[in-house]
């Protein structure tokens, strides 16, 4: 006589990882930078941690983002006509320029409690590596994790069976 499938054995009770909360998936510890930084300590650290994004912090207040993209972005600016103060000193590994200068202000956010599939959606249409995940408080949005690609990818391949 055949066996009734269980639920364990049905593909489609496995759990929906996009319906996975953020803050399960999120990095609580990460590096972050303060505005007053400049940004050859930035490029320092992002080599030294190597991380394509750097957390802007001031008083546990998320000021900004910046990224691997923007100190490229700002470095090939150099040799174009008008190029701006901060690409010029870049281009002399970036004395004196300040994070403040070059980073994202008010970067996309997420919170915890949204699902995993809101963050691919957000980070998709924006196109955007990472998410800073934050909480709201009167001082503005209090940082408490990041959520990146990576860990995306590392909860997919955790919902397929194979682990991390």
């Known amino acids: 006589m ?14 929906d990882v996009g319906q996975a909360p953020v803050g399960a998936w999120m990095q609580r510890h990460f590096v972050y930078l303060a505005p007053t ?18 957390l802007v ?8 983002l910046l990224t691997y993209r923007d100190l490229l972005e700002a470095q090939s600016e150099a040799g174009a006509p008008r190029a701006s103060r901060v690409a010029v000193a870049l281009a002399g590994a970036g004395s004196g320029v300040t994070v403040a200068e070059l980073m994202v202000r008010a970067p ?29 408080s009167p001082a503005g949005p209090r940082l408490i994790g990041i959520v990146t690609e990576a860990d995306l990818l590392r909860a997919a391949y955790a919902s397929a069976g194979r682990g991390v």
């Open 37 to 54: 930084d400049t940004v050859a300590e930035a490029t320092e650290l992002m080599r030294f941690v190597r991380a394509r994004h750097l």
């Open 2 to 15: 055949p066996c009734k499938p269980t639920v364990e054995m049905m593909p489609s009770a496995r759990p």
């Open 57 to 64: 912090v001031q008083e546990g207040i998320l000021v900004g």
């Open 108 to 136: 996309a956010t997420i919170v915890a409690s949204a699902t995993l599939r809101e963050a691919a959606s957000r980070m998709l249409t924006l196109h955007l590596g990472c998410l800073p995940v934050v909480e709201p």
